[in-house]
């Protein structure tokens, strides 16, 4: 892109261009690495362990012999305590990978304030000069 459309524009639509495509592809990496994660809990001492994701929900659940003695209120509550660490888990890898992926959400929250910023400031320029050349014609 010219100099003179840079000025135009107040930024460079090329990168920008560049930028939105690069984006989206690291997204759709994501998403892709996202479907693959898998939470761990486990409680009881590891006497109840389960994994969970978001495709095949909770799995994989494994009740040791000394968990089968706690009685089945305690027990019902220990094996939903193991599901609720496997989701935390789950979402701090999400979290992590998105973070990892894509950069911290500040730093993305701060490309994304600049670029329309940076639009929206040309768009203001492109009006001012709409409306000082219709005035200059009239």
């Given at each position: 892109?010219?100099?003179?459309?840079?000025?135009?524009?107040?930024?460079?639509?090329?990168?920008?261009?560049?930028?939105?495509?690069?984006?989206?592809?690291?997204?759709?990496?994501?998403?892709?690495?996202?479907?693959?994660?898998?939470?761990?809990?486990?409680?009881?001492?590891?006497?109840?362990s389960v994994?969970?994701?978001?495709?095949?929900?909770?799995?994989?659940?494994?009740?040791?012999?000394?968990?089968?003695?706690?009685?089945?209120?305690?027990?019902?509550?220990?094996?939903?305590?193991?599901?609720?660490?496997?989701?935390?888990?789950?979402?701090?890898?999400?979290?992590?990978?998105?973070?990892?992926?894509?950069?911290?959400?500040?730093?993305?929250?701060?490309?994304?304030?600049?670029?329309?910023?940076?639009?929206?400031?040309?768009?203001?320029?492109?009006?001012?000069?709409?409306?000082?050349?219709?005035?200059?014609l009239?």
């Amino acid at each position: 892109m010219s100099d003179e459309s840079r000025h135009s524009f107040g930024f460079d639509p090329d990168e920008m261009h560049t930028f939105t495509g690069d984006f989206l592809t690291a997204l759709s990496q994501v998403q892709e690495e996202m479907a693959e994660l898998t939470g761990q809990g486990q409680a009881a001492d590891g006497q109840v362990s389960v994994a969970y994701s978001e495709l095949e929900g909770v799995h994989n659940l494994r009740i040791g012999p000394r968990a089968m003695r706690l009685g089945a209120d305690v027990l019902a509550e220990t094996i939903l305590e193991a599901i609720a660490t496997a989701r935390t888990d789950l979402r701090t890898q999400a979290a992590d990978l998105v973070t990892d992926s894509l950069g911290a959400t500040s730093s993305l929250e701060d490309t994304v304030t600049t670029l329309a910023t940076s639009a929206e400031d040309a768009l203001t320029r492109s009006l001012h000069n709409t409306t000082t050349l219709t005035n200059r014609l009239r």
